[in-house]
């Protein structure tokens, strides 16, 4: 059958196509001043009243053809009818998709049209049967996994034995692609995480009145091997998965109420752990954030890039490009952007303009200032060349906590630069959180973010403290994110904030000391928060245990209702953190752990900052209709 004769056939049964199609005209004749002319094969309508194209192919050979056609089509009838991208849809139809599959693919991916492939069977003389097309996955190319492993050796003979177990493991997995960043101490070091493990459990051991040994030392390692590769689809995984039962049993279970990133998360850390598994002295779990921290701010030096796979073939992919995949500087991560374009070049720009998408999916604010004033830039500098940083940690409460209680506390602060060189700097865009009046209570945001549970708030920093409502929690605390502008011209600075849409002159000022302002203007709320995490951080490993379920096991709520002693002329705020008591079941009155002082105390603090429930140590009140009830720490010659 020739490709004239399916035509007319498809004509006469065009609901095969789709139900609902109405046939406008065959060899549907588009004319264009600017060379896109042609005859689009069926010219139809849909329920909608929309413009569908539809293109049939009979041949291999007439399918390397379709797309081609089918861009000359759109724009023609963009052109001549005057139709808009949203009213215009594409039906490409073929007998043989095997040439076709792949730049359809493509098209499908990269297009904003509404496209379908339908694969033509010939069922009878008579009859035509029609199947959806299933669209190939698109690579976009190198994209760095976030999730990496990190392992620790002792000396130079264990690391060859480690860099080894890595090629073997993954020639066994097929795994092809995948880097090996060999990091050599400068000076021996004892792993942070290591230490921080061994911390917990001693703390924990002292909680549960167990001995252990304080004075077990660590071991020293003089290398890291730091492995990463390309991303791995979930079907790939769980191929892979599948030479272990039990492994892959469990994945398919735990990642079905999984989110999409939590899955793949789940999946490349099962990859990495099956067996064959990496030799190493001591092993722990890599992320971009900690491999940029470990380097840049530990100054520990990259002795070499082992390169496999597609990093090994690209001659051109330069090892200071992997490095900074690694630290997610290309967005990748939401959190990091550092990139330098070149105005004048539009692939650059819409580069850097998706990639600003990316980094900051959820943080609009910031992603649509960006996206303005890159639009401005094109417009007032076109010969110029830009440089953006971008850190956006997304950790809403814990931004607070990080950076008032770590010793590197400003690094924690989100902020943005945006510089513009023509050639030489003439001008920065910046960005960074500003006070902006009246905070919610911290019992409020607990209430409001989640169900008021401090344990669900240190939860989260099983993932880092991300939250992708961090822009709304930002708000409620009392700052919001905010862009500047400073234009230079010569030793002259004019200052400039982005308010109502559009420029307003404004006071010197950097995302730095805004929010240390911010923190200073909103102490007692800074307070509350840093009261209430610190005691409960095991360097890094957060204590979730509910304070009122501890205090739950030593009131003695009976004795209480029987002596009935009430504490008369309690705070109404918590001496240590400053929160409400009256939000709390619990109050006590005791001793401060470490000091001499004794003050009126909420639960958590109690728990975490007070020496204990006793008499001359604390008394436990229970809140009760008529105020608050002696239920612990009784006096030792009270009657039974």
């Known amino acids: 059958m020739k490709e004239a004769e399916l035509r007319d056939r498809i ?19 588009i004319p264009n001043s600017l060379g896109t002319k042609g005859f689009i094969d069926l010219y139809a309508k849909d329920e909608k009243g929309n413009h569908v194209i539809i293109e049939l192919k009979k041949s291999d050979a007439s399918a ?11 724009e023609g ?11 215009i849809r594409v039906i490409v139809a073929s ?14 991916c990269d297009t904003k049209w509404d496209v379908k492939g339908l ?5 009878s003389p008579a009859g035509i049967n029609t199947f959806p097309v299933a669209v190939l996955p698109i690579t976009n190319g190198r994209f760095i996994a976030p999730w990496h492993a990190m392992c620790w050796y002792l000396n130079e003979d264990a690391l060859q034995k480690g860099i080894q177990s890595m090629e073997q493991s993954c020639k066994a997995k097929g795994i092809d692609d995948f880097i090996i960043m060999v990091i050599r101490l400068d000076t021996p070091v004892v792993s942070k995480k290591e230490a921080e493990m061994k911390e917990a459990i001693m703390q924990m051991a002292s909680q549960n009145g167990m001995k252990v040994k304080a004075d077990v030392e660590l071991p020293v390692y003089e290398f890291v091997a730091y492995f990463a590769m390309q991303t791995l689809s979930k079907e790939k995984c769980l191929d892979i998965l599948s030479s272990g039962k039990e492994q892959y049993k469990e994945a398919q279970e735990v990642i079905l109420d999984m989110e999409e990133s939590e899955a793949l998360c789940y999946l490349h850390e099962s ?11 001591f092993y722990e779990i890599g992320y971009p954030a900690k491999i940029h921290d470990f380097i840049e701010n530990a100054g520990h030096t990259i002795q070499e890039i082992r390169r496999y796979g597609i990093f090994e073939k690209n001659n051109l992919l330069l090892d200071a490009t992997i490095i900074s995949e690694l630290f997610a500087e290309d967005g990748s991560t939401g959190q990091r952007l550092k990139k330098t374009a070149d105005v004048w070049d539009r692939v650059h720009m819409e580069s850097l303009r998706n990639e600003v998408k990316e980094t900051l999916s959820e943080n609009a604010v910031w992603r649509n200032h960006i996206l303005r004033c890159l639009d401005e830039i094109e417009e007032e500098f076109p010969t110029a060349k830009i440089e953006i940083s971008v850190y956006n940690p997304a950790t809403g409460v814990f931004t607070i906590y990080l950076t008032v209680s770590k010793e590197n506390g400003i690094l924690y602060i989100p902020s943005y630069y945006l510089t513009v060189h023509d050639p030489e700097p003439v001008r920065v865009y910046y960005g960074g959180l500003q006070d ?17 549970s401090l344990s669900a708030l240190l939860m989260s920093m099983t993932w880092g403290g991300r939250d992708e409502r961090d822009v709304d929690i930002a708000e409620d605390l009392g700052c919001a994110y905010r862009t500047f502008r400073c234009d230079m011209q010569e030793e002259e600075r004019s200052f400039f904030a982005w308010k109502d849409e559009r420029w307003r002159v404004c006071e010197p000022n950097d995302p730095i000391n805004m929010y240390r302002e911010y923190l200073e203007k909103n102490e007692k709320l800074v307070r509350q928060i840093v009261r209430k995490i610190l005691p409960r951080d095991n360097n890094g490993i957060m204590d979730g245990s509910s304070a009122e379920r501890i205090l739950d096991q030593i009131a003695d709520t009976s004795k209480g209702k029987r002596l009935k002693e009430y504490y008369i002329g309690a705070s109404p705020e918590c001496d240590l953190c400053g929160c409400l008591l009256a939000d709390g079941k619990y109050m006590v009155d005791g001793s401060i752990k470490g000091t001499s002082a004794w003050g009126i105390m909420c639960p958590d603090c109690a728990v975490f900052c007070g020496d204990g429930i006793g008499w001359g140590t604390g008394q436990l009140y229970l809140k009760d209709k008529s105020g608050w009830l002696l239920v612990g720490g009784f006096d030792e010659e009270d009657e039974e």
């Open 11 to 29: 004509a006469d049964h065009i609901e095969v196509l789709e139900n609902g199609l109405v046939l406008l005209k065959k060899e549907k004749y």
């Open 64 to 74: 390397r053809e379709a797309i081609h056609e089918v861009f000359k089509y759109v």
């Open 77 to 87: 009838v963009k052109s001549y009818l005057g139709a808009r991208d949203h009213e």
């Open 95 to 108: 007998t043989d998709w095997k040439e076709l599959i792949v730049p359809f693919s493509r098209f499908v």
């Open 119 to 123: 694969q033509i069977e010939m069922a």
């Open 271 to 281: 990859v990495v752990a099956l067996q064959p598994s990496f030799y190493q002295d």
């Open 436 to 452: 902006i009046g009246q905070s919610l209570p911290f019992r409020e945001i607990l209430d409001k973010y989640y169900e008021g």
